[in-house]
């Protein structure tokens, strides 16, 4: 410091400045010499000082309330006042502007002594300003005419009208002379402590003439002087932008001093943007700096918002964005219907909180993200952005309208977030997708397979519930993502679709492993006629998909097709294994004489004829036409395997048999819904054959068998007769050659095949086969 000894920290004043005349902008006109004179007289602290007899004119009494336009926490200044940041000299000509000159003691003045004197002054100042007639709708309104009407209830009664019709403040504004020699560097920061900004605000400017005319004047920018300077008025208005962000930020949680200071604060931020650019400022906007307080504060709102712990409340997050979307509304509430009449229009207050919340919320929500693992709390995040923050619950709320009609209600998110937070939630519906099929498999190894209980039914059909588990899974996780977006909703089938693909191996896998041991008792049939049509109807289930997403679809039918095969093939194999024993022993010498081999093969096929009626169409006809094949030609087959031939006339007592085996069998195969028609006529066919008396009307009989069965050849017929018991001669030749010319003739296109893929044997007896005539000659003589 220059001289320790004198009252300023660091600065002096050069004594030749004088007020710069008002000018239009900002501030009425004020004395600061009578205000010093007033607090050089006042003996008492500034707080809780009592009015006494030696106040100075203008002081108000101890009983006297305080200004209801300042804040409870900021002291009084006698440049405050309703209307506007200081009165204009225009409204009040009868007041003289005393000289600006001020002389200054060595020693400071006491700072308690300067806030008492000015709590005086603004106090009577305001009064008076309230008196002041203001035009409106053409006529003027007068004071109050009874002077002896208590102050305080006058104030509230003007609160209250001024809180019924609230008025725009002006753009502009006067500006106040400036003091010909600012306060000291210790006397700007305590104003600006004690929440006096328009006073410290004036004296900053009059510090900051000084060192512009120090610098015309051709002071060197090194100096200490000049140096020390700008030092101050870098720190002073650090000190007063600080003081102002914190009341900014405050602003909306502490109502209370919002007319004693947002008033001010508006003007101060008006007249730095004005002189931007002349030395002794900030460099950077005040305007920005301003909406970054607004910012602060908003964050502080979002930030008091309770947020429980997850694992005290499941519900956590919904409960936190409930919170938070009243907690916005309240506040954009507040904005509109007091904060924003503290500033003139062209601050946009309304407008700048709302973006600001975007901003804020948006980053309040990645954070949030970063905690959100399950899929319902991810649904509750993503519907909070995409659905509620826009719609009459928060930003489209009708108490915030009109003023929200012309503002955007987009979150501000960066750029990659939505995509990742969707991509996120289709990742954790995937996951759980999967652990729902896993679940399913363990709960029915648990409630089925290892209980050995017998299938449900429903409509007759044996059946499982958890075809509808699943469906009722992807038809919750679709429609709940079609709320969010299309978009999602679409990826979301995707996934499931893409997840249920390997379901249907994995359950065989299982099924297998657990019910190995079961067959082939009836309980392992009718759990694969269980699963036969569970799987079905998961698949019409998902057919409903198809046109959304063809691909995953047609990808699970191709997986559930191979399944229901494998089913099917397994289920026949069982049944062709059952069977094959007694169908060996068919046309036999045994079965000449005995029924029980083929009373066997009945009632195991009339025991998967009852099964199949619990399995659903078009699988119930397609397992009875393939079955019905197999035992028609197995049958018949025993007839190419010359394992016997009928003698001494048994070939009419085998030929009725098999005509009424085969009867039965038919019968049994028509009940199953066999498609298999054309396998009817082989049993009368063949035993018309083999019953006839006269071998030689064989020959009349061959037309209608080839016509039923073209695949029937001289192979085939050879057999036939040797079971009849024919094993040669004349007659033997022309029936093998009459149907050589019948197949010759034939124009039967039929494409089933029966004894074409029958294993007919060879006899090995070479003289078999010899005709008659050439036998004879071999024969010795008699």
């Not at 100042?125 to 006058?154: C, F, T």
């Not at 899974?473 to 693909?501: A, F, M, P, W, Y």
């Not at 050439?774 to 003589?781: A, G, H, I, N």
Request: hydrophobic share 30%.
């Amino acid at each position: 410091m220059d001289n320790p000894d004198e009252d300023r920290v660091s600065l002096q004043s050069n004594g030749a400045n004088s007020g710069k005349k008002g000018k239009v902008g900002m501030f009425d006109s004020f004395r600061i010499k009578s205000i010093k004179q007033a607090v050089e007289k006042s003996p008492l602290p500034l707080r809780g000082r009592k009015s006494t007899s030696n106040d100075t004119e203008g002081s108000v009494p101890a009983s006297s309330p305080p200004p209801a336009s300042s804040g409870p926490s900021s002291p009084a200044s006698p440049l405050r006042n309703d209307g506007g940041f200081f009165p204009n000299q225009e409204d009040n000509p009868g007041q003289a502007a005393p000289p600006c000159s001020l002389t200054r003691s060595n020693t400071a003045p006491s700072m308690s002594m300067l806030g008492d004197s000015l709590q005086r002054k603004g106090s009577k100042l305001r009064r008076s300003l309230r008196g002041i007639g203001k035009k409106k709708n053409g006529k003027k309104l007068e004071a109050p005419g009874d002077v002896s009407e208590d102050p305080r209830r006058s104030l509230e009664r003007t609160e209250e009208k001024n809180e019924k019709t609230p008025e725009e403040i002006d753009e502009l504004y006067i500006l106040p002379e400036l003091p010909e020699s600012p306060l000291s560097v210790m006397e700007i920061h305590k104003l600006i402590d004690m929440e006096v900004l328009e006073e410290a605000h004036l004296n900053l400017l009059a510090l900051r003439l000084e060192l512009q005319k120090e610098q015309e004047a051709g002071v060197e920018d090194s100096s200490t002087k000049v140096a020390q300077k700008q030092k101050d008025l870098s720190l002073l208005y650090t000190d007063l932008r600080d003081k102002i962000h914190e009341i900014v930020r405050d602003s909306s949680t502490r109502p209370a001093r919002n007319k004693g200071l947002l008033i001010p604060v508006a003007r101060i931020i008006q007249e730095e943007e004005k002189r931007a650019g002349e030395p002794g400022g900030l460099p950077d906007s005040w305007v920005e700096a301003w909406k970054d307080a607004v910012c602060d504060g908003v964050q502080l709102k979002v930030n008091s918002v309770h947020l429980e712990q997850r694992e005290q409340n499941k519900s956590w997050l919904a409960v936190h964005l409930g919170l938070l979307g009243n907690a916005i509304v309240e506040d954009l509430e507040n904005v509109k219907k007091e904060l924003r009449w503290s500033y003139p229009p062209t601050f946009k207050v309304f407008s700048t909180y709302v973006k600001s919340y975007h901003r804020v919320v948006g980053q309040h929500l990645k954070k949030l993200e970063e905690q959100t693992t399950e899929l319902k709390d991810l649904y509750a995040l993503l519907d909070w952005i995409l659905n509620k923050y826009k719609s009459d619950r928060i930003m489209g709320s009708l108490t915030l309208q009109p003023d929200m009609t012309d503002e955007s209600t987009d979150l501000q998110l960066e750029s990659d977030f939505l995509k990742q937070l969707k991509d996120k939630y289709v990742c954790r519906v995937k996951e759980e997708m999967r652990t729902v099929v896993e679940r399913i498999i363990v709960v029915e190894n648990e409630s089925v397979w290892s209980v050995r209980k017998k299938p449900e039914e429903e409509d007759n059909f044996f059946c499982s519930p958890f075809p509808m588990d699943i469906w009722t899974r992807v038809k919750g996780n679709t429609t709940i993502s079609k709320q969010l977006c299309v978009d999602l909703e679409h990826k979301v089938i995707q996934t499931c679709l893409q997840e249920l693909q390997h379901f249907p191996k994995r359950f065989e896998e299982e099924f297998r492993r657990h019910c190995a041991a079961i067959q082939p008792q009836p309980l392992w049939t009718e759990y694969h006629i269980t699963y036969i049509n569970s799987f079905m109807s998961l698949q019409d289930n998902m057919d409903g998909y198809h046109e959304s997403c063809p691909q995953e679809v047609d990808g699970f039918r191709k997986e559930v097709k191979s399944l229901i095969v494998r089913l099917m093939q397994s289920l026949e194999n069982q049944f062709k294994e059952d069977v094959t024993p007694f169908l060996r022993r068919m046309v036999t010498r045994k079965w000449l004489t005995n029924d029980d081999d083929f009373h066997q093969l009945q009632s195991r096929t009339q025991q998967l004829s009852q099964q199949c009626f619990h399995l659903k169409p078009p699988y119930t006809q397609e397992v009875a036409s393939r079955l019905h094949h197999h035992v028609v030609k197995e049958y018949v087959g025993q007839l190419m395997k010359k394992s016997y031939s009928c003698k001494n006339r048994k070939h009419e007592k085998a030929a009725a048999k098999i005509s009424k085996q085969m009867d039965a069998l038919k019968d049994l195969f028509r009940e199953m819904d066999s498609s298999q028609e054309w396998l009817y006529p082989v049993g009368e066919d063949l035993s018309n054959i083999i019953g006839l008396k006269n071998k030689a009307d064989i020959k009349h009989h061959l037309k209608p068998l080839l016509e039923h069965y073209p695949d029937f050849s001289k192979k085939h017929l050879v057999a036939v007769l040797y079971f009849r018991g024919d094993v040669g001669g004349r007659e033997h030749q022309l029936i093998v050659q009459r149907l050589t010319e019948l197949k010759k003739r034939s124009s039967c296109n039929r494409k089933e095949v029966l004894f074409g893929d029958m294993l007919v044997t060879t006899n090995t007896n070479c003289l078999s086969s010899l005709p008659f005539s050439c036998l004879s000659r071999l024969l010795p003589d008699s």
